[in-house]
């Protein structure tokens, strides 16, 4: 079996760094936050090119925690796309905000900046652009509609570590991004982790207040807070993994390179890159309407696939509140039921590779008979 992921090459290829970086931890007894923490957070936003970063324990947290920063709260409106994981949602339902969604770009699958704009109105505080599968939404509209509005700009970029947009690392254009360091993503904790980078100082100040209790030090609540801390030994763990980050980056876009290479001319749809943007490859994903006989096909010839995601979190139960339907969103819709996440890691083989397009031209090839 080809697998979707495989953590334990990733593990093999540093383990010795990363069983050095637990048992200083354990000698060191510093389980929650502390000194490596500390340093990750230091190292993590430069390499975002952003001034800080606050650890805490998930993605969504950082999002959770970036919107009650930016001031964003009940009676509030925040601009985003349904074609998302849930927890860009979520995180605006914490703060007792209502979600506004605008449908996709059909092409990269990021926010449509030329949808914005009307869904603006005087209920709007901020737009949560998701740079999906690790791909950077079109920022400097983005931006541009921002600051005529008076609106922040938090970027959910927990699926795009070190990718960058007209030569500028997401993470720095808008004005905060949330990060997550779930264990399958670009750069990833053995367990949760997430982080909040900004160049605001006052931000910065109050997410990590929030992040811990509200403590402006320990005992004294300023705010209001939550237990979201990032745990010492992810800390560590993600030291180590960040010295590899680029290296991994540049083995997933050669990857993503040799897809794009061995698909030429076949007719599968794969995925459409702008030009002015660095990828990052979280996810590849190609496109067919026969998506669920695809994926069983595949996994009959040892070839795991994911889907990201298979349903619009405006046509989620959980989120049937907010009023949207069937229709509203439809490329998100449509790339909702089409989309179809072949394996793909630092660590996969051009011969591994070479199996998974086999199998996908042999499907493709029925289609188009």
Same mark, same amino acid.
């Given at each position: !079996? =080809? ?17 050095? *970086? $637990?048992?200083? #931890? ?13 340093? %990750?957070? @230091? ?54 905000? @209502?979600?506004?969604? #605008? ?14 704009? *009307?869904? =603006? ?5 901020? $737009? ?39 030569? &500028?690392?997401?993470?720095? $254009? ?6 997550? %360091? ?34 402006? @030090? @320990? ?13 010492? !030994? ?17 083995? &997933? ?8 290479? !061995? ?16 990828? #990052?490859?979280? =996810?590849?994903? =190609? ?56 394996? !793909? %890691? *630092? ?8 199996? #998974? ?13």
């Amino acid at each position: !079996m =080809i697998p979707f992921v495989d953590l334990k090459a990733q593990y093999a290829s540093i383990k010795s760094e990363v069983d050095a *970086a $637990i048992q200083h #931890v354990l000698e060191t007894c510093q389980f929650t936050l502390g000194a490596e923490v500390a340093e %990750f957070e @230091k190292e993590f936003a430069a390499y975002c090119q952003a001034g800080q970063g606050i650890g805490v324990n998930t993605g969504t947290s950082a999002l959770h925690l970036g919107l009650l920063a930016a001031g964003v709260g009940p009676g509030d409106e925040v601009i985003t796309t349904p074609f998302t994981f849930v927890a860009s949602v979520a995180a605006i339902y914490y703060t007792g905000a @209502k979600t506004v969604f #605008v449908d996709i770009d059909p092409a990269t699958y990021t926010i449509d900046p030329a949808a914005i704009e *009307a869904a =603006i109105t005087p209920r709007t505080k901020a $737009i949560l652009p998701v740079h999906l599968y690790g791909q950077p939404a079109d920022m400097d509209p983005i931006i541009e509609i921002a600051r005529k509005h008076g609106l922040v700009v938090l970027e959910d970029a927990c699926q795009a570590h070190g990718a960058e947009y007209k030569g &500028r690392r997401v993470g720095s $254009i808008g004005d905060m991004a949330a990060y997550s %360091f779930y264990p399958g993503k670009n750069l990833g904790a053995y367990g949760e982790g997430g982080m909040l980078v900004t160049s605001n100082d006052e931000y910065a100040r109050t997410t990590r207040m929030l992040r811990d209790w509200g403590a402006e @030090k @320990k005992y004294h609540h300023v705010l209001k807070g939550y237990n979201y801390r990032l745990e010492g !030994m992810q800390g560590a763990i993600l030291r180590v993994k960040l010295r590899h980050l680029e290296a991994w980056t540049e083995a &997933r876009r050669a990857a993503a390179a040799r897809y794009d290479e !061995m698909f030429a001319g076949s007719g599968v749809a794969t995925p459409v890159v702008r030009r002015d943007v660095r990828h #990052v490859y979280h =996810i590849y994903a =190609i496109r067919t309407p026969d998506r669920a006989a695809w994926q069983t096909a595949l996994n009959a010839r040892g070839v795991q696939t994911g889907i990201h995601y298979p349903i619009p979190v405006h046509m989620q139960p959980a989120y049937a509140d907010l009023g949207y339907r069937e229709g509203d969103f439809p490329h998100a819709e449509k790339a909702a039921a089409e989309t179809l996440s072949l394996p !793909m %890691f *630092a660590e996969l083989t051009a011969e591994q590779q070479q199996e #998974v397009v086999a199998a996908v031209k042999d499907l493709q090839a029925l289609v188009s008979a």
